[in-house]
């Protein structure tokens, strides 16, 4: 099934006037492309977040690069930042700034300009800077890391930590690691954090729970004067289309004012949105309980007899 097929069949609850891709409604209406669009990545969400995890796992790794040099300028004391050439790779990561006595750790990186965690304590203006990299944010799309970690080609795991405190407390023992969220200016990442900062090239490899692509316009139609469908697949398993995905589209869709507006009478079925919403709910449920990875409540065990052992 397409974009524009889930498209289609949801605005196809709406009366004609709202129904043609692209919209060619009269000017009492809105078009629902973007309401439509949106309640389909936002079922998309929920699907990856609650689903079972065959059909959100990938494999996936974090690159942990050897200590690099850059040169900084525009330090000076009690500074919060620093110019430099700093690789996309140093933020959040150590760095050992000329002259002062002990590491900072970059928070943001701006351009050339880096934030710092905390002030410069030397009268330095410039010099050579070395990244030591003990964390390295993750792909955009990944929602949770799973475990096993290990090192690649490794089969020994590394245990979690629980915080930023108990990771610091055991960077002289047993390696561990940490996730965390970065919040930057225009985006939340996961960063993956190590005790210790690595000497050499390391890669740690994992598995991860991860959330599908965002559906946009281009999806639906092009820009060619016949607006034809460019072919996108829906993200979503064929067999969970009907029984999981619509229901939540439409739910969410149905959930938009400019949808239910009732001055204007959008829908074909004023008792859709109730009929929908009960679907959606036992979609979830059906969601939730299709885990046939997972532990399950009960199971089945050989049979004892006393003549055998």
Known sequence: MTVRETIAA???????????????????????????????NAALQQMAALGPLFAAKQQRSAYF?????????????GAYSVTGSFPAWAAGCWVDLPGDPAMNRILTLSGSTATLQF?????TTSGTATVHVDTVE???????????V???????????????EELAGSSCGEPRYFIESAITRDTVRLRMMISGYVS?????EFQARTAPRTLTRADVYNDDPAHTDPGVALPVPANFVESIFLPLALDAFFAKPTITNYDIPSLRNQDAPALIRQQAQTALVLLERMRPQGRKPTGLWPAWSAGRY
């Not at 690069?65 to 004391?77: D, E, I, K, T, Y």
Request: hydrophobic share 40%; charged share 20%; with cysteine.
């Open 200 to 204: 050499t090239d390391t890669v740690l």
């Open 150 to 164: 290990r090192f690649r080609g490794s089969r020994r795991s590394l245990a979690a930590a629980s915080s930023r």
């Open 138 to 148: 993750l792909d955009p799309d990944i929602i949770t890391v799973l475990e096993p």
């Open 65 to 77: 690069r050897a200590p690099a040099p850059v040169a900084v300028s525009g330090l000076s004391h």
């Open 10 to 40: 949801m605005l196809s609850y709406l009366r004609t006037e709202q129904r043609a891709i692209p919209y060619a409604g009269g000017p009492d209406f809105e078009d629902p492309l973007p309401d439509a669009l949106a309640a389909c």
């Open 119 to 123: 002030p410069h304590l030397s009268s």
